[in-house]
Every structure is written in structure tokens, then in C-alpha cells.
């Protein structure tokens, strides 16, 4: 997390830090990344705060949610290829049994259902996560500050939509590991493996947006 957070937070260090072509030090990059990780503002963050153009409550908004959209990126690209792996995994999960002709339709139907799923939990936080890359690209190559500053202050409002689908994919992903190991030993009952497909394709399954994704 804490390398991630350097990544992404380098091309405005080098907007705020940077004199002329000199480079900036990595030591200076690290200790930046570790207080936006470790606090809400101080004043280790002031030239970041001069370049925003923002004080107070308003740039402890703005570094909340900065802080918020670099670690559900840093969940997102974490947890993906996970997800991804769980609609191969499911094709070789180890059953108990000969499950029966209905239990084997019904687990091929919420199979599917769970790859379109997470394809389409995939694009839409994708699409998300893009508005924030949109508006920080701008500021880093354009010095759009005050679109980046609006984002930055509006940005909560996408934050209850991207963290209900983060949250779910980390749960599943976790669950997923946990029962799919166990079933390496043992196998799984075609009950409790209806069951858990069941409840990913409820989890997964898309919710009626709550905002038409404009907050800039």
C-alpha cells in the first residue's frame, strides 16, 4: 500500500516540490506518502496544500479523500485478478458426491450469472476509479487545480457506490480462498456450494445507480 501510494502520489510532489528539472528525492516522496497514510493533515502536507489552494476543513476533506480513492485503487488492482480467478476456480472445486441433474443446472446458471457479474462489477468500478484518474491527470499535465480541488471536495459522493462494490469483491474473494482450500482437502456438499454461489451472485449483482457519475 505504502509503495502504491508513492507511485500515485509522485507527479503532484514533483508539481509542488519541484524546482525547475531537479529531481525529487525518494526519501521526500516516502515520508509524504507515510503522513497522507497516517494522518488526516499536518504540516508536512503544506506545499501540497498550496498547490490545491485549500485550507483548513476543506483541505482535511480533500486529503480524506484523496487518501480514499488511492486505497480503494490500490483494493481494486489487488483484488481483480482474485475475482477473475474465482470463475476458473469454480469449475474445479472439488464436490462431494454425484450432485443431481437440477443441483448441476442451477450451479451452471449462477455460475454464468457470477461472471457477467463480476465483469460488470469490474467495469463500473473501473469507471469510477477513472473520474479521479481523469481529474488528477488534469491538474499534473494541465494545472486544472480548482477541477481537481471541486473533485476532491464532491468526491464522497462516490464513495458509498465504489465502497459497497470494494467491499463485497474483498469479502468474496476472501470467502472464496478460505472455502475453495477447504474443499481441496475434503470436497464441498453441492448444498453449501449452491449456497455460496447464491450468495456471490446476490453480492454481485449490479445496484440501481444512485448518481449519474458527475461529480466534476
Known amino acids: 500500500m505504502l509503495t502504491f501510494t508513492e507511485v500515485e502520489m509522485f507527479p503532484l510532489i514533483k508539481l509542488a516540490f519541484a524546482e525547475g528539472n531537479s529531481d525529487i528525492n525518494p526519501d521526500l516522496v516516502g515520508r509524504l506518502a507515510n503522513a497522507l497514510l497516517s494522518t488526516n493533515a499536518d504540516a508536512r502536507l503544506d506545499p501540497l496544500r498550496l498547490t490545491l489552494g485549500l485550507e483548513g476543513a476543506q483541505f482535511r476533506d480533500g486529503i480524506f479523500s484523496w487518501k480514499g480513492f488511492i486505497f480503494y ?78 473533485f476532491l471536495l464532491d468526491a464522497p459522493l462516490l464513495f458509498v457506490e465504489l465502497g459497497h462494490m470494494m467491499g463485497m469483491v474483498s469479502h468474496i474473494v476472501s470467502y472464496w480462498s478460505y472455502r475453495y482450500r477447504a474443499a481441496e482437502k475434503g470436497g464441498i456438499n453441492i448444498e453449501e456450494y449452491l449456497d455460496i454461489l447464491r450468495e456471490f451472485n446476490v453480492g454481485l449483482a449490479a445496484r440501481r445507480p444512485t448518481h449519474d457519475h458527475s461529480v466534476t
Open 73 to 150: 485503487k490500490w483494493q481494486f488492482s489487488e483484488s481483480m485478478s482474485s475475482l477473475s480467478k474465482i470463475g476458473l476456480e469454480m469449475e474445479t472445486i472439488k464436490l462431494k458426491g454425484r450432485p443431481d441433474r437440477t443441483s448441476k443446472e442451477l450451479a451452471a446458471v449462477l455460475k454464468k450469472s457470477i461472471r457477467d457479474n463480476i465483469r460488470t462489477t469490474a467495469l463500473n468500478c473501473s469507471r469510477v476509479l477513472a473520474l479521479y484518474d481523469d481529474a488528477f491527470r488534469d491538474l499534473v499535465h494541465r494545472g486544472h487545480t480548482a477541477a481537481f480541488r471541486k
